[in-house]
């Protein structure tokens, strides 16, 4: 669905990616693992269009290649990205966050039935609809920025951290979330820092230090490896 090419991405001339590759199957909920500055986040922004990469990169998504394609272009064919930091508007309300995940599409009835659709992953919204979402808690702001990536009708769904600055409790229960996300058909590219509950819920893995890509694997397989995940999380694990 998702095959990434000898990706190398730049911040101005410093180059932070090195010759990445990735795939991603149909359905299959993919995990990118690292330590701090290993990369996740810039190679998540590439794929979406937000950082410069270079002429050899190549980056084909469903059949087309989308590497020089405008962000807006690239989430309009269903490749949509729910960034770190949660990035909801705190001044809006839940219904009015919502209703911006859809904003490439202008069927204010589709937005209603897809809302009342997709409130059902967190019923807890149903009765706060117009709540401030800068009002709620860490987990509903994360909760409200997964729905909100639903809106815009996903058919691949990047998920940048979301158990940062999260208790486990929480944790868990956003985790239980995402799976049935996917148990549903929605194929998913998640990055985490959090390598034990990325590792349970992906059925893959790629680990990424320094810029590159230094394993890849079922997760299964690599769960087992504690001295392999030790080795590139120096002192985080
Ligand atoms: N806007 C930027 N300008 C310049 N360098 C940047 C910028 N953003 C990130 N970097 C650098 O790029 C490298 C990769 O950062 P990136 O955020 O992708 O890592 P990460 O694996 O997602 O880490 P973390 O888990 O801490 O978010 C780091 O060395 C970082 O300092």
Redesign the pocket.
């Known amino acids: 669905m998702l095959t990434i090419k000898h990706l190398d991405s730049y ?2 001339k ?1 180059q ?1 990616l090195h010759d990445v590759d990735i795939e991603v199957k149909e359905g299959q909920f993919v995990a990118l693992l ?10 998540m ?1 590439s794929i979406s269009g937000l950082v410069k990469t270079s002429a050899q990169t190549q980056i084909e998504f469903l059949g087309e290649r989308i590497e020089r394609l405008k962000p807006e272009a690239i989430v309009a064919r269903g490749l949509v990205h729910v960034p ?1 930091g949660r990035g909801v508007f705190p001044g809006l309300t839940i219904k009015e966050n919502l209703i911006m995940g859809a904003y490439l599409r202008n069927s204010k009835k589709e937005t209603n039935s897809d809302i009342e659709r997709l409130v059902e992953l967190f019923p807890k919204f149903k009765e706060r609809m117009s709540q401030m979402a800068g009002t709620l808690s860490g987990g509903e702001q994360q909760m409200l920025a997964i729905i909100r990536g639903l809106m815009a009708h996903p058919k691949l769904l990047m998920l ?2 979301p158990s940062m600055g999260l208790a486990p409790i929480i944790v868990d229960q956003i985790y239980e979330t995402i799976a049935q996300i996917n148990k549903s058909g929605m194929t998913i590219l998640l ?1 985490e ?1 959090n390598t034990n509950m990325a590792l349970q819920v992906a059925n893959y893995a790629y680990i ?1 230090s320094v ?1 590159g890509i230094v394993n890849e694997g079922e997760s299964c397989v690599l769960r087992q490896d504690e001295e392999m995940i030790k080795s590139y999380f120096k002192g985080q694990h």
Do not use: H, S
Not at 34 to 43: R, S
């Open positions: 911040y101005g410093a932070v690292g330590p701090n500055g290993a990369g996740k986040t810039t190679t922004m770190q940048d951290e990055v820092q990424l810029g």
